[in-house]
């Protein structure tokens, strides 16, 4: 543990002011802690520096949106859009995430270590989503490219209008959207799952990587043109 | 048949000898191959040209569109095009049956480029009323006037100071040509005002070129970043746009090169998608979020502005105020776009001069006129419909097709083709050549400013010293459409 670390309590303080002290102090210190989050909204938002950051409890809406560099860990769960639009980095989420995880990412990665909400993943370009447990409906909407990984059940339309990407899926698909397919898995997908979850200790069997299967999109233009 | 195209054969076929005539409009600069250069029949963006024994004939007038790049690119000035006044068969017309007839051999919807161009109440059907003796007329010649607007100083540490109330809207890199977006940049810098990004991301030279820029924010999210929004002046939340309101968007993979690849940050040659709404605004406490999520991203440095097509103008601009926007821009159905079915431009939206009392009216309602400040879109050409916005209720305005026109388009409706014959609405590196950014960015500019010396005359003349105190009591309707759409008197009343 790094002995340079930064403790910002938020329990008086304003979203704007408890970034502004994030910002501040990111390039400052190795470890910023935030302590009483209260589920506040907007935390660590739109933060280029590399830095670890700890957040103390749950967050709202938008933790860590546009992050670029940095690894946040949440100890509890955070609201709607965790990680919006992330370009890099890493969000690890103890508990569990509301809707909207990882929309829009175009890089990084985001765990989440139990259940997620509907829409994951949704018009992500790149990178990577884990979810430990289950994902709602509509996982992966518009979903442009990246890679998401459902290790319990998939709710309904799944995969709604795909163009790009891959959605991995250890337990039961209710139903899949437009242009969504489901196919068996392959020893470079495996390869590739491994690498993926190796480093967030699931504690998989090797029979349980191959028993997934993945989403992908049935066609590159569906909608429009030839 | 709208236009009639008119080629002289004695005239096309004359003086090919002469060295460089077609220099701009030819892109093999090879003098031997002059007397077949085909001009016409290589220009014409609807196919009107057929070659004929070795000849271009204007044979399939009716697909003319009345865009006239045949005509502005002959190097012999063998052609001319006239416009005929349409028949008087109303329903049934000839356009009519012509666009039945297609749509029952192709089975395809129409789309075209360009916002509205049906007849609707404009801001032709208002006047300025001159100042006399009741109030007197300020001289153009001797005494100032001020045209200087603070945009989105609500919340915003920086609002947006500009020297004239005509800003560049929003019009996308992948869209335009790289080109055509750094004269947008340079001509906003000439004239003191602002650019756009579009969706389509931010270049590093436009952002280098333009003095303001304004990064806008669209449901697909391309090239949205931290440094993206933290690199622009102002951050504008796209909801909709007056051409094609209420519709989402499909960037065919062609048009997506390696360098449309690199700042929309997606794959190059693959497709893009932009859905119909934002995903995650749905609702009215949606938007109020996301304008705070973006103002904390931007540290509450750039006003935040929310853009919708006119549609329900008073309930959306209420809606946006509340949720704490420094700037809502009203796009009206004359608004523009690169590409949009015909049916939805022509017959979805209301038009602009509706559009900007309705939000007028809805700020003043909620007592926030002070403090949101209201742009208004589409259709907008001159001093006089800069000043008649403003009037209406406007802080300033957004120009799009008009600032493409001042770069050289003829608004042959065809951008969505990607092979502009000016250079602007294409990445076709040939045909990109033809623009020159640097002289186009100067006719931008001048365009502009002169704009802004019609709009200051306007204004001096109805007795006033600064282009934002003219008033809707300055205004008086020539139709009784105009009148009841905006509430201006009619006339001679």
């Not at chain 2, 096309?12 to 093999?28: A, L, M, Q, T, V």
């Not at chain 2, 929004?229 to 997506?256: C, F, P, R, T, Y």
Request: charge should be neutral; proline fraction near 3%.
């Amino acid at each position: 543990m790094t002995n340079n670390v930064y403790e910002i309590d938020l329990s008086k303080i304003t979203p704007r002011e408890a970034n502004e002290s994030i910002r501040e102090n990111a390039s400052k210190y190795d470890k910023i802690i935030l302590k009483n989050p209260h589920s506040m909204h907007y935390l660590i938002a739109g933060l280029v520096d590399e830095v670890d950051i700890e957040v103390d409890g749950s967050a709202g809406y938008f933790v860590g949106t546009m992050n670029d560099k940095a690894n946040i860990k949440v100890n509890g769960n955070v609201g709607w859009f965790g990680g919006d639009n992330m370009t890099g980095g890493k969000l690890l989420i103890e508990g569990s995430a509301g809707d909207g995880v990882g929309q829009g990412i175009y890089g990084g990665e985001i765990l989440v270590r139990k259940d997620a909400g509907a829409r994951t993943g949704e018009i992500m370009k790149n990178g990577n989503i884990i979810i430990g447990g289950n994902s709602g409906f509509m996982t992966g909407i518009f979903m442009m490219g990246g890679c998401i990984v459902v290790l319990g059940n998939l709710g309904k339309d799944v995969g709604e209008s795909i163009i790009r990407g891959v959605i991995y899926v250890l337990g039961e698909v209710e139903s899949l959207g437009k242009n969504a397919n489901l196919i068996d898995i392959d020893d470079e997908d495996k390869k590739k799952l491994k690498g993926l979850l190796s480093k967030y200790d699931f504690n998989l069997s090797s029979s349980d990587y191959d028993n997934f299967r993945k989403i992908i999109p049935k066609s590159k233009r569906p909608f429009y043109g030839k | 048949m709208p236009y009639n195209v008119k080629k002289d054969s004695f005239l096309c076929n004359r003086e090919f000898s002469r060295p460089g005539c077609c220099w701009y409009k030819c892109d093999i600069k090879d003098e031997s191959i002059c007397p077949e250069c085909y001009s016409c029949y290589n220009n014409c963006p609807h196919n009107v040209y057929e070659i004929i024994n070795n000849e271009p004939y204007p044979t399939h007038q009716k697909n003319c569109i009345g865009c006239r790049i045949c005509e502005e690119m002959c190097p012999n000035n063998a052609i001319n095009v006239y416009a005929v006044s349409d028949d008087r068969r109303n329903v049934s017309s000839y356009d009519d049956m012509f666009e039945i007839k297609r749509k029952s051999i192709e089975g395809s919807y129409q789309v075209k480029s360009m916002g509205a161009i049906r007849r609707i109440p404009t801001f032709d059907d208002l006047v300025i009323i001159p100042a006399q003796v009741s109030r007197p007329p300020l001289d153009k010649y001797r005494e100032p006037c001020f045209t200087n607007v603070t945009l989105g100083d609500r919340y915003a540490e920086h609002p947006l100071k500009l020297d004239t109330p005509i800003m560049i809207g929003a019009m996308s890199f992948g869209a335009l040509s790289k080109e055509a977006k750094l004269a947008l940049a340079l001509g906003s810098t000439y004239a003191g005002t602002a650019s756009n990004t579009g969706e389509g991301g931010m270049l590093k030279d436009e952002r280098k070129l333009a003095k303001k820029l304004i990064a806008q924010y669209a449901s697909g999210r391309f090239g949205v970043s931290a440094d993206y929004l933290n690199n622009a002046d102002a951050i504008e939340i796209k909801i909709g746009q007056g051409a094609k309101s209420g519709m989402g968007g499909h960037l065919l993979g062609e048009k997506v090169n390696a360098e449309v690849s690199k700042i929309r940050m997606i794959p190059e040659g693959s497709d893009a998608l932009s859905p119909a709404r934002h995903m995650d605004i749905v609702g009215p406490e949606d938007l109020s979020m996301k304008i705070s999520q973006l103002r904390e991203i931007t540290d509450w440095q750039v006003p935040i502005m929310v853009k919708f097509a006119s549609g329900r103008v008073k309930d959306d601009v209420k809606i946006a105020a509340k949720g704490g926007a420094d700037i809502i821009v009203v796009d009206g159905m004359q608004g523009g776009t690169g590409a949009g079915p015909e049916i939805v431009t022509e017959h979805s939206g209301i038009p602009t001069i509706a559009s900007i009392v309705e939000a007028d009216n809805a700020l003043k309602e909620l007592n926030l006129r002070n403090k949101v400040s209201l742009i208004a879109a589409g259709g907008i050409r001159n001093g006089a419909d800069l000043v008649k916005s403003i009037a209406l209720g406007a802080d300033a305005v957004y120009i799009g097709t008009a600032a493409l026109i001042a770069l050289g388009c003829r608004v042959c409706q065809m951008c969505y083709k990607g092979n502009c014959r000016k250079g602007i609405a294409t990445q076709d590196k040939q045909l990109r050549h033809r623009l020159d950014y640097h002289k186009s960015g100067e006719d931008l500019g001048r365009y502009i400013k002169t704009m802004t010396e019609e709009g200051c005359m306007l204004v001096q003349q109805a007795g006033n010293t600064h282009i934002s105190k003219i008033e809707k009591e300055d205004l008086r309707s020539l139709t009784l459409e105009a009148s009841k759409l905006t509430g201006v008197e009619m006339a001679g009343f």
